[in-house]
């Protein structure tokens, strides 16, 4: 059986609030927070960056688990931040690490779903016998043009998952994607900032491919909504994730855990990833949790976990060590609008 | 050759609207297949009776790359018979079913089919703004105007000189979304309260976001003809008046905010054309592109008194269901219906034709003969105003 070894979550201790950046804009900021369903974002610091982020948050995860650098045979970073357009994070997070250079590397693109393809294609192979185990990780410091609709949501931060056959706090019982060439978000080369189609974002995007990957594996699984302890859904903002559980039959307590758009906004790639992460700090073993996640252009990974009584020596080592998602959220440093422009590189 | 007789009755035989809204997954094609199949089928005409095919749209050309539009829908539609677009901004659609009731009128055609078409929702919303505002002045591109900003205006000068208040345009937003939900066609099919309209965003002080018509996809289309003998339907509406008049395209050069002139003479002109006076009126459909333009509508046409036609709307007098005299936008209006500007003069046709035949289902007006359409292109440089009768 595959499933996840150990996991690490990094969020950068910066925030600001959609106030703050409404404020500047002359906007309403309820009416902002009642439309997309935010109150803060999480802000890179002025020194970090994709690559760092996701060094974070894969040290967390080896450090809580059993596992040596040596032992991870494959390492993939998912992002759509990544700090260079040619020269892999995968290989300077490797390098920071000290896994040596007995391993695969690559950087993966594809929105806000990058990592879970990552952690899908790592299953892959620790199931097909290539690898012993492999770390998939999700970062992102994403960007966003002052002024545009972005700003209020995206955000930074990491998640990292060793993907192996042994040890596992959490089984992965099934998984499937649903892919469509559907244009709604995009960057070209070259481009500093995302654009996007408006309202063609919601319907025929998020909701036609996280639905369309969710009813796929629960039929796979033969299951429904009601089997499950928790789900986890990709958080664009915080009103898509509670709209989808609501229309495929979870309930708002099996979505609660994972909601942490409402406290650091959408750190892109990592935003499912950091979902799962904050249901498995505190999940209890035996428990299944339902996740998919979503990456614009568009797809969907649904996944299918099981945790294990392995899993309470994580967290027990998570809590410990201040890196509980909950956590991280709660130690946090306010910061205004001209400070926000200067950590994000554009003054 | 065969001399015809001009001065010809113009009829509406057949109307059909799509729905409107964001069309993601509807081209341009299917809409105008379905909008013009529709309509022939309401009139009981087939292609060969079709004489010539008359395009209603503004901007084909800026976001979809597509001209020679004429052509491209005749092909689409296999007519193959004279076609042209008419561009008007805003008026498109209306100036189109002027263009094909001329035609028929001077005996050129006997029976046209006028498409009313516009696709705007996909295109980045900056790029659909930069389109419209070819509908303005040089000045006011220039200026960075947009259409909210050169409306909001004519709403200051409205409140200035009149006392008109933003819950007074708010009104115009709520009735006409009142009327759109009772319109499966419709983009907004849910009513709306003064306080969400005062509490929206606020887009070119004092308009806010519900108080602005959408970025819509749509189309309508008409047949019109003046074989009512030799045409097996009994469903003819006459085109009674049907006239354009045109002022400055930009607002400083106009002697008055607080009116639109061109429509104040195309709706005179119109009056005298049919043989009516704005109080046989029944049911209008009038260019509400944002809630100051219903206002300044009704007086413009004279269904109400300079300065009372805010109070007039706030207190339903022109609500279906409650309007003594006179409803207003039953389809929901610009506001309420949509505003795929090509179609919208169309739409506003199709809408009289329905009410007129008693055909409108749980919107229609009551005993309604007489009804009239506005379409309005820019911030007002082209007024087109039709009466039509049953």
């Known amino acids: 059986m595959v499933g996840i070894v150990s996991y690490g979550t990094y969020i950068p201790v910066y925030r600001i609030s959609i106030a703050e950046i409404a404020g500047v804009w002359k906007k309403e900021p309820a009416e902002i927070r009642h439309s997309l369903g935010l109150t803060q974002k999480s802000v890179p610091g002025i020194d970090e960056d994709a690559a760092t982020i996701a060094f974070e948050a894969a040290f967390r995860a080896l450090e809580c688990s059993q596992c040596k650098p040596q032992d991870i045979e494959v390492l993939f970073v998912g992002s759509e931040s990544h700090p260079y357009a040619v020269n892999p994070t995968a290989t300077i997070v490797g390098q920071f690490l000290g896994i040596g250079t007995a391993y695969m590397a690559a950087d993966v693109e594809f929105a806000c779903k990058a990592g879970t393809a990552a952690i899908q294609a790592i299953a892959g192979m620790v199931a097909a016998g290539h690898a012993q185990s492999g770390l998939a990780i999700g970062a992102d410091t994403a960007q966003s043009k002052p002024h545009g609709v972005l700003e209020y949501a995206s955000a930074a931060a990491g998640a990292a998952f060793i993907i192996g056959n042994d040890h596992l706090v959490a089984r992965l019982k099934a998984e499937t994607s649903f892919s469509s060439d559907t244009p709604d978000f995009w960057r070209r080369d070259g481009i500093r900032y995302p654009s996007h189609a408006g309202r063609f974002t919601g319907e025929p995007a998020y909701f036609t491919h996280v639905l369309g990957a969710a009813r796929r594996m629960l039929d796979m699984a033969d299951m429904k909504p009601g089997d499950f302890d928790y789900c986890v859904f990709h958080m664009p903002n915080g009103k898509f994730p509670r709209i989808v559980a609501k229309r495929l039959g979870f309930s708002e307590q099996q979505l609660a855990l994972s909601l942490v758009v409402d406290h650091i906004g959408n750190p892109y790639s990592a935003s499912s990833m950091l979902g799962l992460a904050a249901v498995l700090d505190h999940a209890k073993p035996n428990q299944r949790i339902f996740m998919v996640s979503y990456g614009s252009g568009a797809g969907s990974d649904a996944c299918i976990w099981e945790t294990t009584a392995e899993l309470q020596k994580v967290q027990n080592k998570r809590r410990t060590a201040q890196y509980f998602v909950r956590q991280q959220i709660e130690k946090n440093v306010n910061i205004d609008y001209v400070q926000y422009l200067k950590q994000t590189h554009q003054i | ?390």
């Not at chain 2, 013009?36 to 395009?55: C, N, R, T, Y």
């Not at chain 2, 498409?115 to 200026?143: C, F, N, Q, W, Y």
């Not at chain 2, 979304?177 to 983009?187: D, I, P, S, T, V």
């Not at chain 2, 219903?294 to 022109?318: C, H, S, T, Y």
């Open chain 2, 1 to 390: 050759m065969k001399h015809q007789p001009t001065n010809m009755n113009v009829y509406v035989t057949g109307v059909a609207t799509t729905k409107f809204g964001e069309l993601w997954d509807v081209s341009p094609r299917q809409l105008a297949r379905q909008a013009v199949q529709a309509a022939m089928k309401d009139a009981g005409v087939h292609p060969e009776h079709i004489k010539g095919l008359f395009v209603g749209n503004m901007l084909s050309g800026m976001l979809g790359g597509q001209e020679h539009l004429g052509a491209f829908f005749s092909e689409e539609l296999e007519l193959f018979v004279p076609a042209s677009k008419i561009e008007g901004a805003c008026a498109s659609g209306g100036l189109a079913v002027h263009a094909a009731f001329n035609s028929i009128r001077s005996g050129q055609y006997d029976t046209v089919v006028v498409l009313g078409i516009e696709k705007m929702t996909d295109h980045r919303p900056e790029d659909v703004a930069t389109a419209l505002m070819g509908a303005g002045s040089e000045e006011e591109r220039a200026a960075g105007a947009t259409f909210p900003g050169l409306y909001a205006m004519l709403a200051r000068a409205h409140m200035r000189a009149f006392g008109t208040t933003e819950e007074d345009m708010a009104a115009v937003a709520v009735k006409n979304h009142f009327h759109a939900g009772k319109n499966q066609n419709a983009q907004f099919q849910k009513e709306i309260t003064i306080e969400q309209v005062m509490h929206s965003s606020r887009i070119a002080d004092p308009l806010k976001l519900l108080d602005c018509s959408p970025i819509s996809d749509g189309a309508a289309a008409v047949v019109l003809t003046s074989q009512k003998s030799k045409i097996k339907n009994q469903k003819f509406v006459e085109v009674a008046a049907s006239a354009v008049a045109t002022d400055t395209l930009g607002l400083a050069q106009r002697k008055s905010l607080t009116e639109l002139s061109a429509t104040k003479r195309a709706g005179e002109q119109a009056y005298t054309m049919a043989g009516v006076r704005p109080k046989d009126i029944h049911v209008a459909e009038v260019h509400d592109c944002f809630t100051i333009a219903e206002i300044l509508a009704l007086e413009d046409l004279q269904f109400a008194k300079k300065g009372k036609a805010a109070e007039a709307i706030r207190n339903g007098e022109v609500t279906l269901g409650r309007a003594k005299h006179i409803v207003i936008n039953p389809s929901g209006g610009l506001k309420g219906c949509g505003h795929p500007v090509g179609a919208t003069g169309v739409k506003q046709i199709a809408e009289i034709t329905e009410q007129l035949r008693g055909t409108a289902g749980n919107r229609q007006v009551a005993r309604a003969r007489i009804g009239l359409a506005h379409n309005v292109g820019g911030s007002g440089a082209t007024a087109v105003v039709h009466i039509l009768k049953m």
